[in-house]
Each structure stands twice: as structure tokens, then as C-alpha cells.
């Protein structure tokens, strides 16, 4: 069983960064794609980015490409995303996701962390 522990939310001003983190506990980290997934209130939740195992590989929804980076570190077990240039539709809830491809990470993800709250004030 895989855990993963979310930090780095916050509160924000548009065109501001931030840098969330994800913690990995529980299973053989470098084995798994990890991303992100994001909720926003009223909305479902929705892909934002996705790296594969080795890092060679990484996805982003369209609304957030160019602008967020995804990043890992096996030797740590943690995995990063970088956000930058921040827009009040970025508010929401992100989830960081553990699976055994990219597709399956980006699509139907078999672990989830309990989710950092991100508010991007106008």
C-alpha cells in the first residue's frame, strides 16, 4: 500500500508560484508514475500533470502547460510540481496520485493523497 502526503498549498496572487510536494511512503516508489490531480469547488476532479517512473516521460492538461512543471526524485520518493505564473481558475484542490503507467496516472490513478488546498487570489 502506497501513501503519499501532500505540503506546499497556499494562498496565492495571480501571476505568483508555488511549489507543491508529494511524500511517498509504502511501496517501491521508482516502480510507479506519479502526477497530479486537482479539484475545484463545484467541478470534478481533472488530470493537471503526470510524470512516468524513469522521469523521461511527463503530461500536462492543456490548461496548465508551459506554466506548471512536474518533477521526481526516486532516491527521495518525492515528486514536485512547480507552478508558476498562477490564475484564480488554478484554485482548487490537488492530489497527488500514484500508478503503475503515465496512462493509468493520468486517467484512473490506484493511489491518492488526502489533497493541499491552492487559492489563487485575483
Known amino acids: 500500500q502506497v501513501q503519499l502526503v501532500e505540503s506546499g498549498g497556499g494562498l496565492v496572487q495571480a501571476g505568483g508560484s508555488l511549489r507543491l510536494s508529494c511524500a511517498a511512503s509504502?511501496?517501491?516508489?521508482?516502480?510507479?508514475?506519479m502526477g497530479w490531480f486537482r479539484q475545484a469547488p463545484g467541478k470534478e476532479r481533472e488530470f493537471v500533470a503526470g510524470?512516468?517512473?524513469?522521469?523521461?516521460?511527463?503530461d500536462y492538461a492543456d490548461s496548465v502547460k508551459g506554466r506548471f512543471t512536474i518533477s521526481r526524485v526516486n532516491g527521495k520518493n518525492t515528486v514536485s510540481l512547480q507552478m508558476n505564473s498562477l490564475k484564480p481558475e488554478d484554485t482548487a484542490v490537488y492530489y497527488c496520485?500514484?500508478?503503475?503507467?503515465?496512462?493509468?496516472?493520468?486517467?484512473?490513478?490506484?493511489?491518492w493523497g488526502q489533497g493541499t488546498q491552492v487559492t489563487v487570489s485575483s
Open positions: 509504502g511501496g517501491t516508489f521508482s516502480r510507479y508514475a
Open positions: 496520485v500514484a500508478g503503475s503507467s503515465l496512462l493509468v496516472v493520468t486517467t484512473t490513478p490506484r493511489y
Open positions: 510524470i512516468s517512473w524513469s522521469a523521461g516521460t511527463a
